[in-house]
């Protein structure tokens, strides 16, 4: 069963900082993984999916890595800014199929100005 | 631009009432998810629909039925809300096209169930 995990659960860095999120997956017969953000109260929005086939995926100041043979993947943050403060969660496949997605718990990230 | 709406951001319901929540997309996407959304627990699966009329459980399906008459619309029902379906409660969609499967979300619905 695919078992997803963030760490840290959260982090607090001062703006102008570049920094890395890490999200690790125990199945690595993954077709794509997908990064999230998501403010308080609200629903989740979709930064980044990287498909199996690439090793990197960027939009803007965020770029997203992923080791299938690892396990791993990374989303970094170029640059952090307070308004990037939020929660980031990954969403890998989960075992046995494409469509249905297993979630990681989140790192809560907090930029200070 | 994919849209993803829920018919409430808030909703205060009693024990034991019927609750409805409704789930529309508008980018005929073949796939559509209900998801909670608990501290501590993360994002858990209700439920999954992979077509009209089709359904599947998802690993907390206990106390809750899904419905999908139309493509675009999923509704998730709680037969007779309990205190501890108190939530967010957060609906999702993907497309199979392009093999793609990026899910898309709506705002979530805060449902308190007292």
């Known amino acids: 069963k695919q078992e997803v995990t963030q760490i840290p659960a959260a982090l607090s860095v001062p703006e102008g900082e570049n920094l890395v999120l890490n999200c690790s997956f125990t199945d690595s017969a993954i077709y794509n993984l997908q990064w999230f953000r998501q403010d308080p109260g609200k629903g989740l929005t979709s930064l980044l999916l990287?498909?199996?086939?690439?090793r990197e995926q960027t939009s803007g100041r965020l770029n997203a890595s992923l080791d299938k043979s690892s396990g791993r993947s990374t989303l970094y943050i170029a640059a952090s800014q307070p308004g990037d403060s939020a929660t980031y969660l990954c969403?890998?496949?989960?075992?046995?199929?494409?469509?249905?997605?297993?979630f990681g718990t989140g790192t809560k990230l907090q930029v200070i100005p | 631009d994919v849209k993803v709406t829920q018919s409430s951001r808030y909703l205060v319901k009693r024990t034991g009432e019927k609750v409805f929540l409704e789930c529309v997309q508008d980018m005929d996407h073949e796939n559509m998810f209900w998801y909670r959304q608990d501290p501590g627990l993360g994002l858990r699966l209700i439920y999954f629909s992979y077509d009209v009329k089709m359904k599947e459980k998802g690993d907390i399906p206990e106390g809750y039925s899904v419905s999908r008459e139309k493509k675009e619309r999923f509704s998730l029902i709680l037969e007779s809300a309990s205190t501890n379906q108190t939530s967010m409660y957060l609906c999702?969609?993907?497309?199979?096209?392009?093999?793609?499967?990026?899910?898309?979300f709506g705002p979530g619905t805060r449902l308190t169930v007292t």
């Open positions: 999702a969609s993907s497309s199979v096209r392009g093999r793609s499967y990026e899910q898309y």
């Open positions: 969403a890998a496949p989960s075992s046995g199929g494409y469509q249905k997605v297993t």
């Open positions: 990287i498909q199996s086939s690439q």
